[in-house]
């Protein structure tokens, strides 16, 4: 019996015993073909779709390879069923190419007539072709590449691009890494992302995704267009940009609400890209106003709607996603995959952590109960009222004051979702709130004043979800937020986890009511960092020990002397 | 031994020697059953189509083309040298072969002149694929037969051409208005014949002409297909893969039959929608599903059940399936399938009327399939290990085979697939179970099962994400266990379980307590219990219960006054029709289970209540079908014949035959009918004087045979007296002697008169 790591499911999906002494060699072995799926404490999932094996086909590896490393690190007889659907499957791709040809432009080429004519019968795909060439060959409407390309990936025959992407308008762009280096991971990700041409990399928040950006344009050197959630996170990148490479102010554009600066690179809110007026998008003017040689699309799971369509005929220019959580509660991650290109780097988070270079994270649940005439105001209320009484029962606000406590020294967020129970907070734990009224100015001004320690405490609503970089905020308490969401749970936490300079714990607290829809969406929202190998202690609120008690934060939050 | 050629079949099986009487009927079992009283008998049995037409299936392509070359013979009667002259190119060897092949099975007869008997020359409709003679057909030839078939147009040609390839006979093409075809023009020349009203034969001289230097047709050589070659180490890892695969599936699919039969069809068979609800479960895709179920009925474990038989449900042959190790279940599994009379494959594919054929329905049986399967797994066994066929040369070799059973082997592709997915077979090569079930039955397959299989584990990894993995197959006792309290969210070489609130509600209501749980994990998860998971189990089971429901028009009570003020002015329980009865007590006009539904749904954790105020568990009895006898139902091949039966089949012929004989060479006194004083009086003689009787008689089976018997006495209706030929003391029963004659010396061996 071989004694391998790997345990391959009838589903596909992989199980890979982290424990095992071969497991480095096996993930490595797997990892091009198979797409990280949950990365908890003993055994992480992986799981072998056809997308992923056409994606390992498209970087060079072949079925041998795959069956090779399934054979050889399983611990069980592999199916020879499931062997041969991964040759099958393997086998599709590149029947179908997508070149460009002197004369007719864009061209899909077929090795097996059979296919092609399979294809062209398709009526997804049959609107998207033009006059027939030869037997084997079809012109191609070039602005149709990517919803093609998409097409054809549905009906199960992907195509091979081979028409290669434009190099953009050159500009001079170099990383400065004087007092800095690129991390062996960040590298490995560009490289990824480079080699493929296209795709998303996904690294968890606070592992410097923005640096990964900034490296890609240097590898680039061509004009760049950035596309970021809100104007506080796209001048986050511009001030990244400045610092770490050899780009100045002067070359570095903002197109937001508040200013339309079009510069060799150019960093643009998803905001002002799809707003419309009189039903016409305004701003699509921009994707033409230079030729880009790069598109970054900054957390690339918020992509919204209007972008993939406008993202789908930019097919010719490298185009690279960043994200931490690519869980769409809509379901769109194959778009994601489709149009931007596939995964080209993942990590999980504890392997990050474990480099140093995210900061180890305590999740904790506190639980509240509800005191009696909350309890009765939660039980007779209407279903779609009872999240909002049960995640703002003010019974929590003590239990927050507590929380807060145990850390007097460290730099501290509120997190939550409804305004009047941040006002309330901001109020009693006498601390600014920043909610989407507040204007750009004032958040900046709030920011920097916690950067430097003048303000411990800040309450935040959702528009802190994102992008907002914060290296000093160690605790993060999160009060309410958007149902069962887990990628707002997960950047959430990501804003605590930037190193800290003496390497110290970060503690991520979600205060819940007890027994209450409050309880299961926080279930639901913990998944995914679960998943990802992070413990949520559950605690009492009653039994949450003050500092020094028993149980309690070690003297660490302390000042030194 | 008369030196003279034996004029009749008869006469030349009378000099057939002991062993190839023997062989005769080892090859034909059919005659040997019962058993023929003497040679006359035997031939007549050997004349009879039937059994005719069943040797001659059993025959290859190249042992049929000499028996055509003999039919084909302008007279009757061929000597082994011309045979040789007419087919150059065969070598001698398989000549030889199938020569004794032909005549071992009496189909030829003669030692220097080959004979055809009449029954087999009726049976071969078109030898060699040549039509009848003309004079047959009643057709007349052109004179220069030659010269008119050169003159023909070449699409008129090309209809000859067709028809003496390997079959005669054709179909006449409609033709609009009665215009003129090839076809029909050829009918007017006088070179095609017509049947029947759409049928043309073509006559056997144009056939012979047009074949030029083979009349018979290409030598039809035993191909020899590319042998597959693969490692047979890996063979057997991935044909036990299958095997996991196989055996985890259908496990799943009883489990979830277990929990939901599927409903009888009035045809029998599944429904669609039943198929559709257990491939979506099992997360497969539909025709699998019906593969597993074809499958699970086959090895016995599922079959109708139900209080009005009106269900499919896991047999109890499941019960003690489930405890065995793999390699067993597996084997079982093999067996079934192997000896199946159904052809699973037939799922979905739409009859003549366009009505596609449900999972289990009896139309999918095929009386022959298990011979099938047998013949086209014994060609693989008979490569060495680690080598195969692929699905398409083994068909041709099966066609070669047996090519007047080739209508047969329609299903074998697909029965290949199904060994391939079962691990009898992996590309083309038989594993070693795949060997030992064909050897030895299920034992066999077992065994060579067994070593492949990975040991049962008994402990489960528990992670922080409320999954909990099972590293391996699980011990049956601790999977019905999790099958309770988590559901399974992938399963193969290991199985995911994932620990949900509803899974702790489930086992809560199947009698668990809160402590049990906490226990159970502690005690099955190699890893430290995850905190997430005991606070899971806690809240469920703080809730659970706390709502009760009871029969009497039902009431729901609970100590929480705000839990039922909440229930009760919820939208989503306005179903159940609930009133507050008293502080603590709400009441429905509605019976329990209908409250609870609706409860349920809405999200509560309610528990029903017994009138004595205890909570209800569900009952811990699993329905069950009674199932069939496990065992060779499915067996329509007789049993073999073993050399012992063979010798003492030979022996009764002979004696018989002795018997036969013996009563021409005397002036035979035949006393008919019953008993009688005549009868009684000649025995007595016979016994008195110590001269060998001839008795007719007919055993207790009624069975009748003749024999010779030395007569020792006659007492109470019984007559006792020594077999010579049979070497036995045998007693017969006076009443059962149809007819006597005395033997005046014994009649010496063979002289066939």
């Not at chain 1, 198979?34 to 992986?46: D, N, W």
């Not at chain 1, 369509?309 to 994200?323: E, F, K, M, P, V």
């Not at chain 1, 474990?354 to 649940?365: F, K, L, M, T, W």
């Given at each position: 019996?071989?004694?391998?790591?790997?345990?391959?499911?009838?589903?596909?999906?992989?199980?890979?015993?982290?424990?095992?002494?071969?497991?480095?060699?096996?993930?490595?072995?797997?990892?091009?073909?198979?797409?990280?799926?949950?990365?908890?404490?003993?055994?992480?999932?992986?799981?072998?779709?056809?997308?992923?094996?056409?994606?390992?086909?498209?970087?060079?590896?072949?079925?041998?390879?795959?069956?090779?490393?399934?054979v050889r690190y399983s611990r069980y007889p592999v199916p020879h069923a499931l062997l041969v659907d991964v040759a099958d499957t393997m086998d599709r791709f590149g029947r179908l190419t997508l070149a460009n040809n002197p004369v007719h432009g864009l061209v899909l080429t077929t090795t097996d007539r059979a296919v092609l004519e399979e294809v062209i019968r398709s009526k997804r795909v049959a609107p998207m072709l033009g006059a027939r060439i030869d037997a084997d060959s079809i012109a191609v409407h070039a602005a149709e590449r990517g919803r093609l390309k998409q097409a054809l990936l549905k009906i199960g025959w992907p195509a091979e691009d081979l028409a290669g992407y434009v190099d953009g308008a050159a500009h001079p762009i170099e990383l400065d890494q004087s007092s800095w280096h690129l991390r062996d991971y960040q590298q490995e990700a560009v490289d990824g992302f480079w080699a493929g041409g296209s795709g998303v990399v996904v690294l968890p928040c606070g592992a410097g995704k923005t640096l990964v950006g900034a490296a890609a344009m240097a590898e680039a050197k061509a004009t760049t267009l950035i596309l970021v959630t809100n104007t506080v996170s796209g001048r986050q990148w511009k001030r990244e940009l400045i610092a770490r490479t050899s780009l100045t102010e002067d070359e570095i554009g903002e197109y937001s609400g508040e200013r339309k600066e079009i510069r060799p690179v150019t960093i643009a809110t998803y905001q002002v890209i799809t707003t419309r007026r009189k039903g016409e998008y305004r701003h699509l003017d921009l994707f033409d106003a230079q030729d880009w040689g790069l598109i970054v699309y900054d957390e690339v799971h918020l992509l919204p709607a209007?972008?993939?369509?406008?993202?789908?005929?930019?097919?010719?220019?490298?185009?690279?996603?960043?994200?931490?959580?690519?869980?769409?509660?809509?379901?769109?991650?194959?778009?994601?995959?489709?149009?931007?290109?596939?995964?080209?780097?993942?990590?999980?988070?504890?392997?990050?952590?474990?480099?140093?270079?995210?900061?180890?994270?305590?999740?904790?649940?506190?639980?509240?109960?509800?005191d009696d005439e909350e309890r009765m105001t939660y039980a007779v209320a209407e279903p779609e009222e009872r999240y909002r009484i049960a995640a703002t029962a003010h019974s929590k606000l003590p239990v927050i004051r507590r929380v807060l406590d145990r850390h007097p020294e460290e730099q501290k967020l509120v997190i939550g979702a409804y305004l009047d129970q941040l006002e309330e907070l901001g109020t009693a734990l006498d601390a600014p709130v920043i909610q989407g009224s507040t204007t750009n100015k004032e958040r900046e001004r709030l920011f920097q004043a916690f950067r430097t320690g003048e303000i411990k405490t800040l309450v935040v609503s959702k528009v802190a979800n994102f992008s907002i970089d914060l290296p000093e905020a160690a605790v993060a308490v999160q009060v309410s937020g958007t149902f069962g969401s887990r990628q707002e749970e997960a950047q959430r936490l990501g804003r605590v986890l930037r190193p800290k300079a003496d390497g110290r714990q970060a503690h991520f607290y979600t205060v819940v009511s007890r027994d209450t829809l409050d309880s299961e969406y926080a279930a639901h929202r913990q998944r995914f960092l679960a998943e990802q190998g992070y413990a949520y202690t559950i605690v009492d609120a009653a039994d949450l020990a003050g500092p020094g008690e028993v149980n309690g934060p070690d003297w660490v939050d302390e000042p030194a002397d | 031994m008369s030196t003279e050629a034996p004029a009749t079949l008869a006469a030349w099986l009378r000099t057939r020697s002991d062993e190839q009487l023997g062989a005769l009927l080892a090859a034909r079992p059919d005659v040997a059953r019962p058993a023929p009283a003497d040679v006359v008998a035997l031939a007549g049995r050997l004349a009879v189509p039937v059994s005719v037409d069943r040797a001659l299936d059993e025959l290859d392509a190249g042992t049929l083309q000499v028996l055509d070359v003999v039919l084909l013979a302008p007279t009757d009667g061929l000597a082994p040298d011309e045979l040789i002259a007419a087919l150059p190119e065969v070598p001698d060897d398989v000549l030889a072969g199938a020569l004794e092949a032909l005549t071992t099975r009496a189909l030829l007869w003669g030692d220097d002149v080959l004979h055809a008997p009449d029954p087999v020359r009726r049976a071969v409709r078109h030898p060699a694929g040549l039509g009848r003679r003309a004079v047959d057909l009643r057709v007349q030839l052109p004179a220069d037969l030659p010269a008119a078939v050169a003159e023909l147009a070449p699409e008129e040609r090309a209809v000859l051409e067709k028809l003496a390839g390997d079959r005669p006979v054709g179909h006449l093409p409609d033709s609009p208005d009665g215009g003129s075809t090839p076809a029909r023009r050829l009918l007017q020349r006088g070179l095609l014949a017509r049947i029947d009203a759409l049928n043309v034969e073509l006559p056997r001289e144009i056939g012979l002409l047009l074949r030029g230097n083979h009349p018979y047709g290409r030598p039809r050589r035993r191909p020899a297909p590319g042998v597959v070659t693969r490692d047979p180490q890996v063979v057997d890892r991935q044909a036990a893969g299958a095997a996991l695969e196989g055996v985890g599936r259908i496990g799943e699919l009883l489990a979830l039959l277990e929990e939901e039969p599927a409903g009888l069809l009035r045809s029998g068979g599944v429904g669609v929608r039943d198929q559709k609800r257990l491939a979506k479960a099992l997360k497969v895709p539909e025709p699998?599903?019906?593969?597993?179920?074809?499958?699970?009925?086959?090895?016995?474990?599922?079959?109708?059940?139900?209080?009005?038989?009106?269900?499919?449900?896991?047999?109890?042959?499941?019960?003690?399936?489930?405890?065995?190790?793999?390699?067993?279940?597996?084997?079982?599994?093999?067996?079934?399938?192997?000896?199946?009379?159904?052809?699973?494959?037939?799922?979905?594919?739409?009859?003549?009327?366009?009505?596609?054929?449900?999972?289990?329905?009896?139309?999918?049986?095929?009386?022959?399939?298990?011979?099938?399967?047998?013949?086209?797994l014994r060609v693989l066994a008979e490569q060495p290990a680690g080598s195969g066929l692929a699905a398409e040369d083994l068909t041709a070799l099966l066609r070669w085979r047996t090519p007047r059973r080739s209508d047969r082997l329609a299903p074998v592709p697909d029965m290949l697939a199904e060994a391939a997915r079962l691990g009898v077979l992996v590309s083309g090569v038989l594993s070693t179970a795949g060997r030992g079930l064909l050897a030895g039955g299920e034992d066999g397959a077992a065994g060579g099962m067994r070593r492949l299989m990975p040991e049962p584990v008994d402990h489960v990894l528990a992670q922080p994400d409320l999954s909990l993995i099972a590293p391996g197959p699980l011990v049956a006792e601790l999977a019905d266990t999790l099958a309770v309290v988590a559901d399974v969210e992938s399963s193969g070489g290991a199985t995911v379980f994932r620990v949900s609130d509803g899974s702790v509600r489930r086992a809560l209501d199947a009698g668990w307590s809160a402590t049990d749980l906490h226990d159970f994990f502690a005690k099955a998860s190699r890893t430290p219990v995850p905190q997430a998971l005991d606070y899971l189990i806690d809240d469920v089971a703080r809730q659970h219960g706390r709502l009760r429901v009871g029969a009497i028009e039902s009431y729901v009570r609970s100590d929480d006054h705000g839990l039922l003020s909440q229930v009760q002015g919820d939208r989503r329980t306005a179903s159940a029709e609930l009133r507050r009865l008293a502080p603590g007590v709400l009441v429905s006009a509605l019976g329990a289970d209908e409250v609870l539904t609706v409860l349920r749904e809405a999200g509560y954790a309610p528990a029903g209540e017994h009138p004595g105020g205890a909570v209800l568990t569900r009952p811990p009895a699993r329905p069950r079908a009674a199932g069939r006898r496990t065992g060779s139902e499915a067996h329509p091949a007789p049993r073999a014949l073993n050399p012992d039966d063979l010798a003492a089949t030979v022996r009764e012929i002979r004696a018989g035959d002795a018997a036969l004989a013996a009563r021409r060479g005397e002036a035979v006194r035949q006393v008919p009918g019953v008993t009688t004083a005549s009868t009684l009086e000649l025995l007595s003689r016979a016994v008195r004087e110590g001269v060998p009787v001839w008795l007719g008689y007919v055993d207790a089976q009624g069975s009748g045979s003749q024999r010779v018997v030395q007569p020792v006495s006659l007492a109470g209706g019984f007559l006792s007296g020594y077999d010579e030929r049979r070497g036995e003391n045998r007693t017969f029963a006076v009443h059962r002697i149809t007819s006597v004659a005395l033997v005046e010396g014994e009649a010496p061996e063979g002289s066939g008169g």
């Open positions: 019996m071989n004694d391998g790591p790997l345990i391959v499911q009838s589903d596909k999906t992989l199980l890979l015993e982290v424990d095992h002494p071969l497991s480095r060699d096996c993930r490595a072995a797997i990892a091009p073909f198979a797409e990280l799926e949950r990365s908890p404490e003993h055994v992480h999932t992986y799981r072998v779709t056809p997308l992923a094996l056409w994606n390992a086909r498209a970087a060079g590896h072949d079925a041998e390879q795959v069956v090779d490393a399934l209007p972008i993939f369509r406008l993202t789908a005929d930019l097919q010719s220019r490298r185009r690279l996603g960043l994200t931490a959580t690519l869980v769409r509660e809509d379901g769109r991650e194959d778009d994601v995959f489709s149009l931007i290109g596939p995964k080209r780097y993942d990590a999980p988070w504890k392997d990050i952590e474990s480099q140093g270079y995210i900061a180890p994270a305590e999740c904790v649940e506190v639980r509240v109960s509800l | 699998d599903a019906a593969w597993l179920l074809e499958l699970a009925f086959a090895a016995g474990l599922l079959d109708v059940g139900g209080p009005h038989r009106d269900e499919w449900l896991p047999t109890r042959a499941y019960d003690v399936w489930r405890e065995q190790d793999l390699a067993d279940r597996w084997a079982l599994l093999a067996a079934g399938w192997l000896d199946g009379v159904r052809l699973p494959s037939l799922v979905g594919v739409r009859d003549l009327a366009g009505k596609a054929a449900n999972a289990l329905s009896p139309d999918l049986v095929r009386h022959t399939a298990p011979a099938i399967r047998r013949s086209a």
